[in-house]
């Protein structure tokens, strides 16, 4: 049983900052590619930023150079920086990963979402 369970979201101000956490953790074997994606209220799931098990990220281009993912592999644990927020990046963050368990199953894991609200 592997489980990603999130921590961090919350309602900021526009140019505000939030820092999401998303902790992975059961029958860990390898964990590989760690993201974040976001659904707004009647939009797709959308990437926001991925980052591999050698800390190479890649970002959505709406959030470049304000948004920061990173990862603590001895934590099995991903982080969303997100600085001078938007108020169109509100929406429900989800916590992804690519985890082959000790049953040496591979698969992609979701996390149940949490909610970032930009308002003033």
């Known amino acids: 049983q592997v489980q990603l369970v999130e921590s961090g979201g919350g309602l900021v101000q526009p140019g505000g900052s939030l820092r999401l956490s998303c902790a992975a953790s059961g029958s860990l074997r390898t964990i590989y590619v760690m993201g974040w994606y976001r659904q707004a209220p009647g939009g797709q799931r959308e990437l926001v930023a991925r980052i591999n098990s050698g800390s190479i990220p890649n970002y959505a281009d709406s959030v470049k150079g304000r948004f920061t993912i990173s990862r603590d592999n001895s934590k099995n644990t991903v982080y969303l920086q997100m600085n001078s927020l938007k108020l169109e990046d509100t929406a429900v963050y989800y916590c992804?990963?690519?985890?082959?368990?000790?049953?040496?199953?591979?698969?992609?894991?979701w996390g149940q979402g949490t909610q970032v609200t930009v308002s003033s």
């Open positions: 992804n990963a690519d985890i082959r368990s000790t049953d040496w199953a591979r698969r992609d894991y």
